[in-house]
């Protein structure tokens, strides 16, 4: 039986627990996590969760600090995150992407930075399939926007085209069609 996405209220339960201000400073945000599980998703072969849980938990006691409950949560998002990439179901695909707020607390747009640098640990996991990228053009489009709010450099390079209007925007709107894209990459080589 396929896995359901979670509920609001699972993710709100996920986010308090992923978001906790007293969490280990090498815990995944739920807005990281999510670009990591869509970073597991991508790929046709599956990673057994023993492997990623440490990571995406992080701290000294790993998921041995870490209330059962959320674990299975963990599982459930990220095996339904892999469901909605890996049947390319561009609809229910949604990144989690952060809120920045204004002075006055406003909403004022999204920053996929975390997203993308979960999406980015991710790939670390198969050194052998995102080191092929860089020999296909179309692939390393793919995963363009992913590097360039993943990483630092990315970033830089990114402040450094301020004055190209709707740049950033363009960027943010090509991640969740190029994570679709990156899976019938990978599933196109399997």
Known sequence: MPEEQLTDGELDELGEFLDDPEAPADR???TAFDGFSAGLGVSSATIEPDRWLEIAIGG???TEGAPAKIL???VRHAVAVRRVIQ????EEFTPIFDALEDEEGEEEEVSPVEWCAGFLLATDLYPESFS???EDEEAVNLMLPMVVFGTEEGIEALEGKEGEDGLAEDLIDSIQPSVLGLCRFFNSRS
């Not at 049947?87 to 561009?90: K, L, T, V």
């Open 87 to 90: 049947e390319g179901a561009s």
């Open 132 to 134: 092929s990228l860089a």
């Open 60 to 62: 000294e006691s790993g």
């Open 72 to 74: 299975e949560l963990m």
């Open 28 to 30: 995944l945000t739920l």
